[in-house]
């Protein structure tokens, strides 16, 4: 028995010697028997973000009929009232006052505001912002910000220490440690571009846009979503890489716009039942469907048949790991493209299109759909819906509770693709029923 206590205690003690091995035992040249001065270092670079928006209620008394029996005015006067909301954001260029945080901390704001650790509180504008990779870009015009240097996510590696950094619940300044727990990880949220790190440093609502942080004191991610059935921390959160969110910002500041890359193809996964179908052994991969005409994919001479299962020395193991690598890449990248073509492997190098955004207000749709933007679905591969850019407050559409992220997928039980669908399906008609996908639910919203 004693044997057995003083193997458990050697094997202890060497676990918990590399453990900490990976930590740094200074920085800056001083001691560092914990990770306070890495705090007091980085702290100054993450801010608080208060986002308030004016929501208008609707008169329950606003029909024409109801006002006339009542002596009311001919507008209906609805009462408005301010939500606000909290989040976090990583201060990254202290010259220009440039700060990241996430599109779903920011979207439909009326007003932003950010506050720093010493407490000053500045008013915030909206750069940019990218819904299909969660990343917004804003500003604020002020002097003597501490900006955090952004370090290569493609150097993080499984097991490495990281803090998360953030206003959680309210509580700001909050900062939790953990390790890095796998990466590249997709599926998290449907109908976006991804390719998250995931973390069990403690993630909580009001870290959205906080900073993930290596050992170095640099940013390797912004912190984005949390897998929870309570909306607490169980140890598994995600952030979105740094190269990612850098790449959005940069496009984002130089084109106001992010343009996404487009390969331009139509694709189905391969998995052991299709790959019978083709008769081939390669058993994973994304099958070419269909080449446009001038596309990217024609050029670099992909072929209706085509098995793709790599890119840029990526494994791609089905649709939407293609699907989602191309998306995440710039129009113009050139990319190598690994396929299988009647049982020989071969090599091909695509310089990318540019995905079109193609916007269209309500209005020009349907009367009940005034005071909203669509577009078509940018992250499908071929036609998925129809996505909600943005709904103006106290609008028809927001009245309907028609909401930014939206993704139409129904109208009047027809299947919506598109925008040209979209107008199709609604011209005409008195009612519209929209089948929306929000999220993981399903919603049926009736609009006159």
């Not at 909580?204 to 942080?213: E, R, Y």
């Not at 009647?342 to 916007?359: E, F, M």
Request: charge should be negative.
């Amino acid at each position: 028995m004693k044997n057995v206590r003083l193997h458990l205690a050697a094997a202890l003690l060497v676990l918990s010697t590399a453990v900490w091995a990976g930590i740094p035992t200074s920085i800056n040249g001083k001691e560092m028997p914990s990770l306070a001065p890495l705090v007091e270092e980085v702290s100054p670079a993450v801010v608080n973000i208060r986002v308030s928006q004016i929501v208008s209620q609707r008169n329950p008394l606003g029909d024409d009929a109801f006002r006339r029996f009542f002596g009311l005015p001919d507008t209906p006067q609805g009462r408005s009232r301010e939500v606000a909301s909290a989040g976090s954001g990583v201060i990254v260029d202290a010259e220009n006052g440039y700060i990241l945080t996430n599109h779903h901390v920011v979207e439909n704001a009326d007003k932003i505001q950010i506050s720093l650790r010493d407490g000053q509180v500045f008013d915030a504008e909206i750069v940019g912002s990218d819904a299909a990779t969660d990343i917004a870009v804003i500003k604020v015009d002020a002097d003597g910000l501490k900006e955090m240097p952004i370090g290569d996510s493609d150097e993080v590696r499984v097991g490495d220490f990281v803090l998360a950094i953030g206003n959680p619940f309210g509580l700001s300044h909050t900062v939790t440690s953990g390790i890095v727990s796998a990466l590249g990880r997709m599926g998290i949220s449907r109908d976006s571009y991804e390719d998250f790190i995931q973390t069990d440093a403690s993630i909580n609502p009001g870290n959205s846009g906080g900073a993930l942080v290596n050992m170095r004191g640099e940013l390797v991610g912004i912190n984005s979503a949390i897998i929870s059935r309570t909306g607490g921390n169980v140890g598994i959160g995600f952030a979105v890489p740094s190269e990612i969110a850098q790449s959005i910002m940069r496009q984002l500041l130089d084109f106001g716009e992010v343009r996404r890359g487009l390969l331009g193809v139509s694709i189905q996964s391969v998995d052991a039942e299709a790959a019978k179908a083709l008769n081939t052994d390669v058993t994973s991969g994304a099958v070419v469907t269909s080449v446009e005409s001038g596309s990217a994919a024609e050029k670099a001479g992909l072929e209706l048949g085509d098995i793709i299962i790599g890119v840029n020395d990526e494994k791609i193991d089905g649709a939407a790991k293609l699907a989602n690598t191309i998306g995440l890449l710039q129009s113009g990248d050139e990319v190598d493209i690994t396929f299988i073509r009647d049982g020989d492997r071969r090599n091909a190098t695509a310089a990318l299109g540019q995905q079109q955004s193609v916007q269209t207000v309500g209005a020009a749709i349907h009367p009940g759909l005034v005071g909203a933007q669509f577009a078509n679905n940018a992250t499908a591969s071929a036609g998925n819906g129809v996505e909600v850019v943005s709904v103006e407050a106290g609008s028809p559409a927001a009245q309907r509770d028609l909401r930014a992220g939206d993704i139409i997928k129904a109208v009047n039980r027809r299947a919506v693709r598109n925008l040209a669908e979209l107008n199709d399906r609604a011209e005409g008609q008195a009612i519209l029923f929209l089948l929306v996908q929000r999220g993981d639910r399903s919603l049926m919203l009736q609009f006159r």
